[in-house]
Every structure is written in C-alpha cells, then in structure tokens.
C-alpha cells in the first residue's frame, strides 16, 4: 500500500494531534485522490467547499455523495448539528439535480454514513472506525466504495460480491434502508399491498410454516429482484446510466431487443409507482453497473442471493442453493446426450443447475458446427426450468442469460427468443385434472369471490409455440394497461393477423381478453398476464407428447412438520396413493423431496427418460424414504416405475454445504420394471477450500470410492427397546428452569424458595426476547433437571434446577382445585401460563399439557430403584446412574428403571463402551457435520438383558462400579463446555485397563450373535 496514504490515514486517525477542519479536509480529499477509487483531480465533482446558497459550502462532493467535515465528533452536540448541516446539503443536491444523494460525516477517524428519508432528516446506514491497520485499511476501502460508487470494472467473483454487495457491506445498508423506507411510505397503496399479498400466497405455498410473512422479508426480496433485473440488463449490454427505470423494471428494452421472459411486470414492480423510486432504481443501477456482468462464470445471482439473505434467514425459509460444483457434476452424469436431450430442472432456485445445463447445450452444438442462431432456437426448446418462489425465478432467468453469454446474445443473426424458466407450482398441487383439458388452458380468476366462475382461456395449440404464446399474452397484457377504464374493448383485428390466430381460437382469445379490461377495471389486475405465460408452462410440459428426456435439480426438503395443515392433507393424501407414506411414527420426518421426485417423473418424464436430483442422504436408507427406495410409485391415473442406478454419498465431503447431509440419486422411468434403490453407493470425500469451490477443485480434490449402504431396517432386537422411554419436553426453558436468588429482608417463609428464571444464549424467539418469572415457590416443587449436558461417562456432571407444578398425584394447572394450596407455585404457574398462551405457536396445548406431551413427565414420577439414563444424541454415546427419585429427565435423554443396581451398573458399562458408539454410528441420521441422533437406535445391536447367572454380565457390572469410583477420582476440566469434559472422561477411561476390559468384554457380547 502506497506509503503517503498510510501516513494520512496515520494523520486522520489521530485525534490528539494539533489539527484544524481545513487539514482533515485536505488529507480527506488526498486520500480519496490517491486511494483505490478510480478518481482523478478532475473526476472529483467540485472542489473543496462548494457554494450552495445562502452562504452554505459543502465540504467534498464526490459523485451523489456528500461528504462533511469536523474537527472533532466525540462531543453529541457537536455530531447532532453536524447531521442537521448535511441533511441540508444532501436535500439540496437530491432537489437539485432529482437524484439520490447520500452523505458522509467524519472527523478522519469515525465515518458515518447517511439515507435522506424525507427532507432534512437523515437516516444512519452504517458506521466505520478507521484504524491505521492494514487489514482495517483494505475493508475501510471496501466500505468507501460502496458509497461513492466509484470504481468500474469489477470481476463479479464471489468475493467481490460479498464484500461489495453482500448484507455486511455499506452498499447493501445504503439500498436497504432506501428502499425500506420507501415501503414504509407507500405500503398501504393498493396496487402495493395487493402485490405484497399475492407474494406472501406464493411463498405459503412454496415454504410452509417456515415463512415468515414480514415486511423485511418482502423488501429483501424486492431489493434482490430488481438488482437481478439490473444485472440482467448489464448482462446482454445496455448501457445502464442512460436506462428509464420504468422500462429498466418492465423489461421494455428486453421486448425491444426481442428478448423476452426474462424481465417482466411482476410483484417487484411496485418500487417504479412510487414517490423517489425512480430514483432509487437510478442508483441502484449505478452501483451495480461497475461490474462486468459478462464476464461472469458462475452462478453469481446464487452468490448475490446467498451474501444478501443471511444464514440464519435462510435457514428458516428451507433455502440452500446447491454448490455450483455439485450441480456440474449431477448435470454431466444425467444428460448423456447434451445437444440432443431436452432437459427440465422443475425446482430450479437461481438457476444453478439450469447454468451447467445451457452450458453443456451449447458446447455440444458448439463442437458440432452449429450457428449461434441454430444454438438458441434448439436451446430455448431443449432447457427448461419451473419454480414456485418468485424471487428464485427472476433470479433464474439473468442465470440463463448468463449461461448463453454476452457474445451469443449479441450476435446480429440472433433470432428472438423466450428465455423458458417459468413461475408455477411444478407438483400441481391445486390444478385440477381438467385445467388443460379438451385442447384448453383454463385459468381461474374469481378466487371464490364470484358465484359465476371467470375463467381465462386459451386454446392448447396457441401453447405448443413458446415464444408465440408468451409474446401474445404480453401483448394482451400491455392493451389492458393502455386502455382507459370503462372505455370499449379494443379490436384485437391486428394482433390476430400478426399471430396468425387460427379463425377458430379467435372468439376465445377476444373473451379472455374482454375478462383481462374488466378485472383491470375492477381493480382486480392480479398480474394476469405474468401469471398466464407462467403457469400455462409445467401443464404443458406435462403433456404426454411435451415430456422432457432428463430431470435434474435439488427438490425443495420440507419436512411435513413445517407444512401448513392444507398441504399436510394433500400431501399426506398424495404420497399415501403412491406407497410414500410410512405412517404415523415418521410422519414428522416425512419430507417433500421424495413426493417432489416421484410426482415430476410422473408429470414430465417420458418413459425411458434419465433424472439425477440432489436429496438428503435420508433417502438412501431412513424408514420415512421405505417405500421411495422400492421405485414403485402407485397412481390410478398413471403408476410410475423407477430403476435406480448407482447413487452418491456426499457426507464425507467438507465442508458441509447444506444442514443435513446430502446424496445424489439417479435413475430412468421404465414402463413397468422398477429396480430398487440398494446396494452399493459411491462416498464422495474431501476436504474444499469452500462451500462454493470450483468444478476445477472438487474435481481435483475430492475421491469416490463404492461402498455399500448401511442397513437401516434392522429390527430392534434387544429386549430393552421397550424399557426405555425419551425425558419430557420442559420447554420454553424460561418458564421452567430457575435459579435461586438471595433472601429479601423478611426472607421467603416456610418452606419456600426464592427463584428467577434462568436464562441462556440458546434461547430462541420469542422466548429470549420475553422478561423472565420472579418468585417464591415451595421448596416440593423445585426439582433437579438432568439434560444432555449433564451427563459423562459413568458419572453426573451438573443438573439444573426447574419449577414442576407435581404434588405427588396430579400435574396441576393453573384451573386446577389443589394449586391454590401452594400460594407460591399458583402464582409463579399462573403467570407462566399468561406468557405461554400470548407467544405459543399454536394453540393446540396448554402449558401443562406441553410439559406433561404423552405423559413424558408423570411417567418419572412413578419410578424406585436406579435409573439407567443415556444420551438422545451426539458423536458419543454417554450413560450413567441416577439415583435420585425425583430428579426429572429431559427429553435429550432416554431413560428406564433398573431391576436390581447390578443390572443398572452392567447397562452404563454397555452403553459406555465405544464399540457401542461405533456400532450404532451406521444407523445414526447424520447432522450438518457429524452424526447426530441415537435415539433407539441403539437396541437395534444384539444387547442381551441382564442375567446374573452369566459370568460376563456380573464382570461387567462390577466393572461398571469401578469405573463410576475411577470417574469420581479424576479433576475433571473447570469452566469449558460438556464436550471437552467428556472427552477427558472418555480419554482417561480409554487409557486404563479398567476401560479396555470392559469394551473387550462388550464386544465379546454383541458378537455372541
């Protein structure tokens, strides 16, 4: 870095130093000037100090940026009237010159940056402390630049579009609190809220209980919508500096250059009809234009999504986009014959897949001779893909773009063509059988408002001609806009010649037409002509003659748990008629993806055609995927048969990309014969730089080796699968655990004790955000809670302590008779519940019924003698005694009662061994990482009931008593987590002989059989 800008960040950074406002100024200005910026003495706007009215200067002007200047920003009085200067400096620029012009406050070593939300009033978007530290100086660049905007040419590299445009950057703060405001100001307009309505249906739809129906999400969305369609438009060429944002918006220059499909009147839209929208839409494209759009290779609308929408978001909507490597692979696996094969990804998120495939298209054409207009017009009939989610689709359509290139784009021979990635719901949830049916497309409008039904219709051969049809329904769309309300339907003479209407379709296309005018007239325009051109594709594609020869993409993994009670009954209904419903013990583990696979290979596979989806590794061996592994897939209408071929095994790939692990599943639709999905798979492992490592890398780096796939339908065949039962459910947490505190002056009374809720970072909404429980409570209901945490080998290592409302015969609740008897826990428990019944998620249970769910609690309070208790999950298998009668049991970990103490002793020393965990780790679902769940797995492995006549069974528990003696004696870690205590427990033990007899000795047992 250049020496004279480390001494002025030196200088700036130094607010003990003697300086005065003009110095910062200077060395502010120098900075800029030699700093990576791109700027040059004359690029700078005005010189230092600008007049503008009134006797006011502006300090430095670069670009829309305001900047302001004091000497020092510590004092409040001083920051507070800098802010009220230059909001007066930003609202004259913005009238001025009718752009959007943000502002810079800095004193040299704090810099904040500033949104005019209405005049004079200034928003704070981000703050940056500058430091002289290299690392600081590079991200303090960064951040500069995403305000001024300055520098051109970027590469769209992942990085790059992280740290200039990802949710972390200023850029993004700047557009974000821009356009929320905007939303803010206009979202009770009708055309808006209809439009955020019609999104909030589709997202239902597509995400289940897993989508939070936010105005935060919906300006996301919105932000990331018309930054892809700015991008789209960077991607083919336009200049964006010159665009009308009403037209950049439309796609009106799409239409001009007969593109179409790609940008489109859609719910996005909204930001045009507003107040200042233009002119976010103005500098939204001047930020996004440095990039070299064409240049991309890669999914960079994935990379835009993923830096913009954090984690956490993501993964509560479900929404993990595949590896851009992954996808190469499944791709060049599945379509054998690239330039021949027509190929759907009908969950195509941002187009990941549907990349490679138009890639793959169009090098196959490449090496066989074919010109770029033969390339397009035999791709744009051989690559498809359908999403349900909005956003996904818009994102989708620059990724094909992307994947054709601006070289092919540009062609002067180029022909027009419709860009074939389509919003619709791909499984048909709500289609009925007969919405293309007798050589019809029937869409209906009245949304069960109107006791005669409306119906747009189109005739099915104006369907077989894509680019005909859409471009009809577009024109169709546009007449109904340009009419004036009320006024008489226009002609459609022209449009039916220029199409080449045939005489026979022409009534229907004039009463479709006639119904678009009168639902615009009754402000009813629900974005017909978007949503026909959209959802006329996936009925089409399901045509016996119009199925595709390949399926590729990564279904959406829903878990039945998360689906709204409407799609739980279709759902429910839809797999029980093709043999995917595993019935009531898995029905929460139940996942969309298997109906996902076996409905689109009915509705758009041709027989003898290839898929190759990406799922979870579930499938390969899991009870809830049984009847999706046989490949039989009943239906009345039209039963499918699958002949699964080899399938891949991505767990050992690192790092982990998706929550749980993933596989990749391939096969062919065969008339009759199905092959089930068995044997040997491949396992892929390795260890990438990154998630989003190149194809070049994986391919380098990762190995497959065939190896055979884990049994998963063992039967339980110890006897002590039914003696064990899982802990209760104390949950939320905040209600129940408690923590003792200090006596007040006049202590608690008899018997009593005083208690606060216990809180803990591992809290989640809203329960962490909730105050806590404050009270006296008698001491018969304040009871030890033992959870995973508790537990190491062989011993306790803590407990909590919780507030459980039991008096020896009854869980009493608030309404309960006998509560009133304890004046303390009737309070603490009437209040528990008043918090219980404002925030629970649903209203299915009351408090105590929550805590008690299928009498996990009460059936602990019955027990005598020893309990065994173990560990519900993890990568090691951990077990103890517990003695305590009325210590309660959480629902992390299982637990049963011991007939004698030998046989509680000989059970720990089993269940502690690590041929056990080694064992068991097979059947075990896998985590994000590692494996994850014991659960009852366990018994699955031939462990034999306790016999006091058997030799080996006493040793053991001797041994067993030994060791709790051994673990007792050892200093175990202070202050760190449970994890290391119990590796030190597990080390210590492995160590010693005691340790090693008793795992000889196990397994000697489990191999007795």
């Known amino acids: 870095m250049d020496q004279l800008f480390l001494d002025i960040v030196a200088r700036l950074v130094n607010r003990d130093a003697s300086r005065s406002e003009a110095t910062i100024q200077s060395d502010v200005r120098q900075l800029l000037l030699i700093s990576p910026f791109e700027l040059q003495e004359d690029n700078l706007d005005a010189p230092l100090e600008i007049q503008v009215g009134g006797g006011r200067r502006i300090d430095i002007e670069i670009g829309l940026t305001v900047i302001e200047i004091k000497r020092d920003l510590r004092r409040p009085s001083a920051k507070s009237d800098a802010i009220k200067q230059l909001a007066d400096y930003v609202t004259i620029r913005c009238n001025d010159l009718n752009q959007r012009y943000s502002g810079l406050l800095t004193d040299g070593l704090d810099w904040y940056a500033y949104h005019l939300a209405k005049r004079d009033e200034l928003i704070e978007v981000s703050h940056f402390e500058l430091s002289a530290e290299p690392g600081d100086i590079e991200d303090f660049i960064v951040w500069l630049d995403g305000f001024l905007a300055t520098r051109q040419e970027l590469k769209p590299t992942p990085r790059e579009i992280e740290r200039r445009l990802g949710a972390k950057s200023s850029a993004h703060a700047l557009d974000r609190v821009t356009i929320s405001t905007l939303y803010q100001q206009n979202k009770d307009r ?129 929404e993990y986009y595949t590896p851009d490597w992954l996808a190469r692979f499944v791709v060049e696996e599945a379509i054998t014959e690239p330039g021949e094969q027509r190929v759907l990804d009908p969950a195509c998120g941002s187009g990941t897949f549907l990349f490679h495939a138009v890639k793959h298209h169009l090098s196959a054409l490449d090496a066989q001779g074919r010109t770029i207009p033969e390339q397009l017009k035999s791709l744009t009939s051989h690559v498809f893909g359908i999403d349900i989610h909005p956003v996904a689709v818009t994102l989708a359509r620059v990724t094909y773009l992307l994947g054709i290139g601006n070289k092919r784009l540009k062609n002067p021979d180029r022909e027009a063509i419709s860009v074939p990635v389509f919003l619709g719901d791909t499984l048909q949830w709500n289609a009925s059988e007969d919405m293309l049916s007798h050589q019809m497309l029937v869409v209906p409008t009245t949304d069960q408002r109107s006791l005669i039904p409306e119906e747009l219709r189109f005739p099915e051969r104006l369907l077989n001609d894509t680019q005909k049809f859409d471009s009809l329904v577009a024109e169709l769309a546009d007449r109904v806009m340009e009419r004036k309300p009320k006024a008489a339907i226009p002609s459609l003479s022209a449009i039916f010649r220029r199409y080449a209407i045939h005489e026979d379709d022409r009534p229907i296309v004039a009463e479709t037409f006639a119904l678009m005018c009168s639902l615009h007239d009754q402000g009813r325009d629900h974005i017909w002509g978007y949503y026909i051109r959209n959802v006329a594709r996936p009925m089409w594609l399901s045509r016996l003659a119009n199925r595709v020869d390949v399926l590729v993409g990564n279904p959406p993994w829903l878990s039945y748990r998360f689906m709204p009670s409407e799609m739980q009954r279709a759902f429910k209904d839809l797999c029980q008629g093709r043999g995917l419903w595993e019935g009531a013990a898995v029905a929460t583990n139940q996942d969309l993806s298997a109906l996902f696979v076996a409905r689109t290979v009915q509705l758009y596979l041709r027989m003898g055609g290839r898929f190759g989806y990406v799922l979870p590794e579930a499938v390969l ?108 459910s104390v949950v939320p947490r905040m209600l129940f655990i408690v923590e003792r505190t200090a006596d007040g002056p006049l202590g608690s009374g008899a018997r009593r004790i005083p208690l606060r809720s216990s809180r803990s970072n591992q809290e989640k909404a809203p329960w962490k955000s909730l105050p806590g429980l404050e009270g006296s409570v008698e001491a018969e209901f304040f009871r030890k809670l033992l959870v995973g945490e508790s537990l190491v080998p062989f011993s306790l290592r803590s407990y909590l302590s919780a507030v459980i409302p039991w008096d020896g015969t009854i869980m009493m609740g608030g309404d309960s008779d006998s509560i009133d008897l304890y004046p303390g826990l009737a309070r603490w428990w009437r209040a528990a519940e008043a918090i219980w019944q404002a925030h629970r998620s649903s209203e299915n249970l009351s408090l105590i019924e929550q805590l008690n769910y299928r009498n996990k609690l009460t059936d602990q309070t019955t027990t005598s003698g020893s309990r065994v208790v173990y560990s519900a999950s993890g990568m090691y298998l951990v077990a103890c005694r517990v003695s305590d009668p009325r210590a309660i049991i959480d629902k992390n970990l299982y637990w049963a009662t011991a007939a004698t103490e030998d046989e509680a002793l000989y059970l720990t020393a089993i269940l502690n061994s690590p041929v056990v965990t080694e064992r068991v780790r097979p059947l075990q679902a896998r985590g994000e990482h590692n494996p994850r769940h014991f659960d009852k797995h366990v018994w699955k492995l031939p462990i034999p009931g306790y016999d006091d006549s058997d030799d080996q069974h006493r040793t053991l528990a001797e041994l067993a008593l030994r060791a709790e003696e051994f673990v007792q004696g050892l200093t175990l870690p202070a202050d760190t987590r449970f994890e290391t205590v119990r590796r030190y427990v597990r080390d210590q033990l492995g160590n010693s002989v005691l340790g090693t007899e008793m795992n000889r000795i196990t397994t000697s047992l489990l191999d007795r059989r």
């Not at 007969?258 to 929208?277: K, L, M, R």
């Not at 499918?640 to 050992?652: E, H, M, Y």
């Not at 892929?684 to 490592?693: D, H, K, V």
């Open 621 to 728: 061996t899991r009870t809830q995927f049984r009847g999706f592994r046989t490949g039989i897939f009943k239906s009345k209408i039209e039963p499918v048969a699958v002949q699964f071929a080899t399938s891949w095994s991505l767990n050992q790939v690192k790092p982990a990309f998706f929550p749980v692990p993933a596989s990749a599943v391939f096969g062919t639709r065969h008339p009759t014969n199905a092959v089930a999905l068995s044997g040997p798979c491949e396992l892929w492992s390795g260890q990438l730089a990154s998630q989003n490592a190149s194809w070049k890398e994986a391919s380098r780096v990762l190995a497959r080796d065939l190896i055979d796939i884990a049994n998963h339908e063992v039967p339980h065949v110890s006897p002590y699968h039914d003696r064990f039962s899982q802990g209760a």
């Open 190 to 318: 009708p055309t808006v809220a209809l439009k955020r309505e019609l999104w909030a249906k589709l997202l239902r739809t597509a995400l289940g209980t897993q989508f939070s129906n936010t105005d935060d999400l919906f300006v996301e969305h919105t932000l990331l919508v018309l930054s892809s369609e700015v991008i789209a438009h960077a991607v083919v060429g336009f200049d964006l500096s010159d665009i009308n944002p009403a037209s950049l918006v439309k796609g009106a220059l799409f239409t001009q250059a007969q593109i179409f499909g790609v940008v489109e009147a859609d719910f996005f839209d909204w930001v045009i009809e507003v107040t200042d929208g233009d002119r976010f839409v103005r500098s939204l494209a001047r930020r996004l234009k440095r990039f070299s759009w064409s240049e991309a290779e890669h999914d960079v609308m994935k990379t835009l999504y993923e830096s913009i929408i954090d984690v956490e978001q993501r993964k509560a909507l479900g």
